[in-house]
């Protein structure tokens, strides 16, 4: 999905440039200016999102259709919640779509999220024991998606990183795995750098189909992708008869 022209005259937008303020880091300054001239942060505010990350949502979604009527989502680190908005619009949990079926969406992180109309938001870390269950619990049964746009806390190092985005990620894998019902969808950050190997095998011994894809909306100079697992195969579905 590529964000309309904001300007409504098909002229290209004026470049925003910032200059450095005294006690500011140029890295800073540069973040900032990237943020000003970034077509899909004035989408966001344009079109009401949480943040620029909703668009990574929707080009997927569009893509793979996942997020259909009817859905039970559960969406891990959730904050500030701008996929919860896309969730909650396609999954038809606010069951505004007339002769459609009314979704469910779930959001967990460590911390409060701002409420959403159509939203349920519980702070929880996943990782503890017994959160598999307390999701369940709170859907009231198991899950047609898991997603998660979690990064670990950026400690400089570029492999330490990605290291620790890769096990996060694993981590999610595994929570999906208790809380999937058959034939469900995994979404989850992964990032490119060599250590995904085992991912991807983990997920291709799970799902039917697995699909690794780089949005438009992730910055050209993101190692980010995300990986896009369907076809949940519970172990119940292959136990013998």
């Known amino acids: 999905m590529t964000p309309k022209n904001t300007s409504g005259r098909g002229q290209r937008e004026l470049k925003v440039k910032v200059k450095t303020a005294r006690g500011r ?80 969406v779930l959001g967990v992180d460590l911390q409060e999220v701002e409420p959403l109309a159509g939203a349920e938001a519980h702070v929880l870390d996943f990782l503890e024991d017994g959160a598999e269950d307390k999701v369940k619990e709170w859907l009231g049964g198991k899950a047609d998606v898991v997603m998660s746009d979690m990064a670990a806390a950026s400690s400089g190092h570029k492999q330490t990183d990605h290291l620790r ?12 795995f208790d809380v999937l019902d058959e034939g469900g969808t995994f979404v989850a950050k992964v990032l490119a750098g060599g250590a995904e190997g085992e991912l991807q095998q983990l997920l291709k011994q799970n799902f039917r189909k697995v699909a690794n894809v780089k949005p438009p909306a992730s910055r050209s100079d993101s190692s ?12 119940a579905s292959d136990m013998p008869e």
Not at 61 to 74: M, T
Not at 224 to 235: D, M
């Open 25 to 104: 880091k140029l890295s800073s300054t540069r973040w900032l200016e990237r943020q000003l001239n970034d077509p899909y942060v004035l989408a966001a505010r344009r079109d009401g999102y949480r943040g620029r990350a909703a668009y990574k949502l929707i080009e997927l979604d569009d893509k793979y259709r996942f997020l259909v009527p009817g859905a039970r989502v559960v969406d891990l680190g959730c904050a500030p919640g701008g996929w919860l908005q896309v969730a909650v619009k396609r999954v038809n949990s606010l069951g505004e779509k007339a002769g459609k079926r009314k979704g469910y």
């Open 165 to 176: 985005i890769m096990a996060l990620c694993e981590a999610a894998a595994y929570f999906a």
């Open 224 to 235: 980010e992708k995300y990986v896009v697992a369907q076809g949940f195969r519970s172990p």
